[in-house]
Nanobody, 119 residues
């Protein structure tokens, strides 16, 4: 499984960005797809994820501002970022795995990341 993110950039606070994650490979090897982010000096954190059963979960700080969606026909995961804040500045990573919570001992797939900078 290979994942490649795109759509990052630099915006002013209050602006918007649209991230995409193109997935290729054996797409049935995972049950969950999601977006994570990591700011300098901070731990990686989950932003939003979609389980194969349809459950969608957002971290509290992005609820009402970010929207995650997927197009199964295109094997693409999306993240719409609105009303961006400086605290949203981070490298954003796409993930595919057996669970929506990263667990040791299991195989999770990651993209190389796309930078989001809000000033």
């Amino acid at each position: 499984v290979q994942l490649v993110e795109s759509g990052g950039g630099s915006v002013q606070a209050g602006g918007s960005l649209n991230l995409s994650c193109a997935v290729s490979g054996y797409t049935r090897s995972y049950n969950c797809m999601g977006w994570f982010r990591q700011a300098p000096g901070k731990e990686r954190e989950s932003v939003a994820n979609i389980h194969s059963n349809g459950t969608i979960v957002y971290r509290d700080s992005v609820k009402g501002r970010f929207t995650v969606s997927q197009d199964n026909a295109k094997n693409t995961l999306y993240l719409d970022l609105n009303r961006l804040k400086e605290d949203d500045t981070a490298m954003y990573y796409c993930m595919a795995g057996p669970f929506c919570r990263v667990e040791p001992g299991y195989k999770f797939y990651w993209g190389p990341g796309t930078q989001v900078t809000v000033s």
